[in-house]
């Protein structure tokens, strides 16, 4: 069956634009985390979607970013105003439901580039 | 905070030479352990998890990792790696959301 997906695969801006990443999650799953991959800083965690439950925003960097689940499946992940340091590839994950125990499928990421 | 720990950032072995991968985590009674491999230009792959029961867990491509308490470690070995093992492996905890460790660069040499 289908896995996560993600578009667009690369992304390149302006310093000061916005821009939007979306996230396709395994059909049926019920969870959705959002991860930023960076030189810097790792894998870390950003923002997680159970359900109609409101989400766990506790990983947002800043209030520039924010994600929203239309439909208990496709998210978007916005950040606003980027800036360079926002530069990083950012990863999407599904699972069936949300636990610690619960298998996290991941997306191939979309790499931004903010010039 | 919760916390996982790779200390090795880049290590390089012989293809057919044993691999071990060190991860060590901290706080938490019960931590729920993963493994996943990162391929370049690939998303995560999940290699293995462990979450109770035998410490030693099998995972695919050959792998396994061994879940040592008293160490509060979780360390991923491979008796004989190929040169397709080489890619970015990370360790993880879950507290629902995966707390990863820094990865560790897998090269293989011919």
């Known amino acids: 069956g289908a896995g996560v997906s993600q578009s667009p695969s690369n992304k390149v801006t302006e310093k000061g634009k916005d821009v939007e990443l979306r996230c396709d999650p395994i059909?049926?799953?019920?969870?959705l985390y959002w991860y930023r991959q960076s030189l810097g800083q790792g894998l870390e965690f950003l923002i997680y979607?159970?359900?109609?439950?409101?989400?766990?925003k506790s990983g947002l960097p800043s209030d520039r970013f924010s994600a929203e689940r239309t439909g208990g499946s496709v998210s978007t992940l916005t950040i606003q105003r980027t800036q360079q340091e926002d530069s990083a590839v950012y990863l999407c994950?599904?699972?069936?439901?949300?636990?610690?125990?619960?298998?996290?499928?991941f997306g191939p990421g979309t790499r931004l580039t903010v010039l | 905070a919760q916390s996982v720990t790779q200390p090795d950032i880049h290590i390089t072995v012989s293809e057919g030479a044993s691999l071990e991968l060190r991860c060590n985590y901290s706080?938490?009674?019960?931590?729920?352990l993963f493994w996943y491999v990162q391929s370049p230009g690939q998303g995560l792959q999940l290699l293995l998890k462990?979450?109770?029961?035998?410490?030693l867990v099998q995972g695919i491509k050959g792998f396994e990792a061994e879940f040592k308490r008293s160490q509060s470690s979780f360390n991923l070995r491979k008796p004989s790696v190929h040169w397709s093992d080489a890619a970015e492996y990370f360790c993880?905890?879950?507290?629902?959301?995966?707390?990863f460790g820094k990865g560790t660069k897998l090269s293989v040499k011919p």
């Open positions: 979607f159970q359900g109609n439950s409101a989400p766990d």
């Open positions: 706080y938490g009674a019960t931590p729920y």
């Open positions: 994950a599904s699972s069936l439901v949300r636990g610690a125990v619960d298998e996290q499928f």
């Open positions: 993880a905890r879950s507290q629902g959301n995966l707390i």
């Open positions: 059909s049926g799953h019920t969870a």
């Open positions: 462990y979450f109770s029961g035998d410490t």
